[in-house]
């Protein structure tokens, strides 16, 4: 078993930064693993999550979507079993609840934005970003 508990959510202006926070912790979870990978997605209310950022542990390769890019920065901690995700230049449609997510087998790069591949999601942190 996997448990993941975010933070760092809450409320800011238009233009402002915010970084999340998601420790990883259970017997089974090991950060050197090829393929394992975390992941945040979003979701507002009344649309679909979707995918935000992700990171296997194993490499320094990274993926946005496109909406992010160049605003947002995905890194890890191994020693702490932590995944940031820096946010900047905040929008107000970046408001949603933010989920961090984690897989603990191998998964190709090509299916990470994919959210029914993960099977392990921490609680959601809020983000509100005010107009």
């Known amino acids: 078993q996997v448990q993941l508990v975010e933070s760092g959510g809450g409320l800011v202006q238009t233009g402002g930064s915010l970084r999340l926070s998601c420790a990883a912790s259970?017997?089974?979870?090991?950060?050197?693993?090829?393929?394992?990978?975390m992941a945040w997605f979003r979701q507002a209310p009344g649309k679909e999550r979707e995918f935000v950022a992700a990171?296997?542990?194993?490499?320094?390769?990274?993926w946005y979507a496109d909406s992010v890019k160049g605003r947002f920065t995905i890194s890890r901690d191994n020693a702490k079993k932590t995944v940031y995700l820096q946010m900047n230049s905040l929008k107000p449609e970046d408001t949603a609840v933010y989920y961090c997510?984690?897989?603990?087998?191998?998964?190709?790069?090509?299916?990470?934005?994919?959210?029914?591949?993960?099977?392990?999601w921490g609680q959601g942190t809020q983000v509100t970003v005010s107009s």
């Open positions: 990171m296997d542990w194993s490499g320094p390769s990274t």
């Open positions: 259970g017997s089974t979870f090991r950060t050197n693993s090829m393929g394992w990978c």
């Open positions: 997510a984690a897989r603990t087998s191998y998964l190709s790069s090509s299916y990470y934005y994919d959210p029914a591949r993960y099977a392990y």
